[in-house]
């Protein structure tokens, strides 16, 4: 089956530092990926949507300067947070799909950021 | 827009209990209706899933009716299991128009099963 890997599972860095969280779809081409944003005990916010070779769409309320999406092949798109701050901590998941492949979308393991 | 409503847990459970998870609706178009599971520390893993109404998401023991009548995509296992210890998270989703892919999840229900 469809098989997401999202690395690095979890990170911490220094306030104001940049962080890099990677999502590839193992044996599917995923045009469209999802990156989602989970606060403890809470719910799953969409952050941002992308589609390979085209800019990301950003929900509102969502920095696209803070929050650096790229999709530049069928088979990756990367998160990066910049000027990580304290606030910025949270667990990040990623979703990949293809067209004509909804059923639900595959799930990475998930990014737990800490910011220090 | 679309949202979801999960019942507010926590849900503590004995082993060998039934297990009713609560999920209603609002949606526009007709859209495919999800429930993940996500143990603590990972990521979410799809439990089941029904494209359309009266359709019957099943899977290790859990089931879910799609009831378009009801708005709602309630989450049931006759017998849970302390493994079944976990968040559950109903979800919608739209599989066509500019919405394609996005899904809309509820907050979660914190779901404990003691031996």
């Known amino acids: 089956g469809a098989v997401v890997s999202q690395h690095p599972s979890w990170v911490i860095c220094k306030s104001g530092t940049s962080v890099k969280i990677e999502c590839r779809s193992l044996d599917f081409q995923a045009t469209t990926m999802f990156w989602y944003r989970q606060f403890p005990k809470q719910s799953l916010m969409l952050m941002a949507t992308s589609n390979e070779g085209s800019k990301a769409t950003y929900e509102q309320g969502v920095e696209k300067d803070k929050f650096l999406i790229n999709h530049a092949s069928l088979t990756l798109s990367t998160l990066t947070v910049t000027s990580a701050h304290p606030e910025d901590s949270s667990f990040y998941i990623c979703?990949?799909?293809?067209?004509?492949?909804?059923?639900?979308?595959?799930f990475g393991s998930g990014t737990r950021l800490t910011v220090v | 827009g679309n949202s979801v409503t999960q019942m507010e847990g926590p849900v503590t459970l004995s082993e060998e209990a039934f297990l009713t998870i609560n999920c209603t609706y609002t949606a526009t178009g007709y859209p495919s209706l999800f429930w993940y599971v996500q143990y603590p520390g990972e990521g979410l893993q799809l439990l089941l899933k029904a494209t359309k109404a009266d359709d019957k998401g099943s899977n290790k023991g859990f089931e879910a009716t799609y009831r378009k009548e009801t708005t709602s995509f309630h989450l049931e296992k006759g017998s849970v299991q302390v493994s079944d210890s976990a968040v559950y998270f109903c979800?919608?989703?739209?599989?066509?128009?500019?919405?394609?892919?996005?899904?809309?999840f509820g907050q979660g229900t914190i779901l404990t099963v003691h031996p």
């Open positions: 979703s990949a799909g293809g067209w004509g492949v909804f059923d639900g979308y595959t």
């Open positions: 979800a919608l989703g739209n599989a066509g128009g500019t919405s394609y892919g996005k899904l809309t």
